[in-house]
């Protein structure tokens, strides 16, 4: 039995933590806390913001995984869209992208539609689901020592980690939000070019 989603870690200080020193890592980011996290965190060209496809942001981090191979890809993204895209759990398993780490922001709240309970305040527990999806590595966070400890792990390893984060709002620190210009500076940063 899980313990209950109580969190308090400040889910801008864990995503700087996991974003300190990025080197060539490739960040995939899920709508809301996440993206504003990240960006506080620093812009750079190798983030990856999605302003929508709520649900979607383990799958492009797969798709980029599969596609980049050499690369390591870090999705972060909250409980809230991670629930939406449930159903990735199972896919991700499956592939076994070895170079592809998800870090869940658990703060049991639907933070983008007035903090409603989400069912991970209700229950859900997103790492006993990933490991029943057959997610090989889980890890979860409550306190900056175990952060800090993931940090390299969602860098090395194929993990699921789950951080237990505060409910506490943060200022919103908006990256760039021009979906076009965010996926060629993408593609140029990979040195994906058009023909």
């Excluded at 969190?7 to 080197?23: C, K, W």
């Excluded at 995984?65 to 159903?87: C, F, H, N, S, Y």
């Excluded at 400890?149 to 789950?162: G, M, T």
Aim: charge should be neutral; hydrophobic fraction near 45%; aromatic fraction near 4%.
């Amino acid at each position: 039995m899980s313990l209950p989603n109580d969190g308090t870690l400040d889910r801008r200080v864990v995503v700087a933590t996991l974003l300190r020193d990025p080197g060539d890592l490739l960040v995939v980011t899920g709508l809301g806390a996440a993206t504003y996290d990240a960006g506080a965190a620093g812009d750079r060209p190798t983030n990856f913001y999605l302003w929508g496809a709520m649900g979607g942001a383990a799958m492009i981090g797969l798709g980029i995984a599969l596609a980049q191979p050499k690369r390591r890809v870090l999705v972060i993204t909250g409980d809230g869209e991670m629930l939406m895209g449930l159903g990735s759990l199972a896919t991700l398993a499956a592939a076994q992208a070895p170079n592809l780490a998800v870090a869940v922001l658990d703060n049991a709240r639907f933070g983008e539609t007035g903090s409603q309970r989400s069912h991970t305040g209700l229950g859900t527990d997103l790492a006993a689901v990933a490991a029943a999806c057959g997610w090989q590595t889980i890890a979860e966070a409550r306190d900056m020592d175990e952060v800090a400890a993931l940090r390299s792990r969602l860098r090395s390893e194929a993990l699921f980690a789950v951080l237990r984060i505060s409910p506490e709002e943060k200022p919103r620190h908006l990256p760039p939000r021009d979906g076009a210009y965010l996926s060629d500076r993408f593609r140029r940063a990979l040195g994906v070019v058009d023909l």
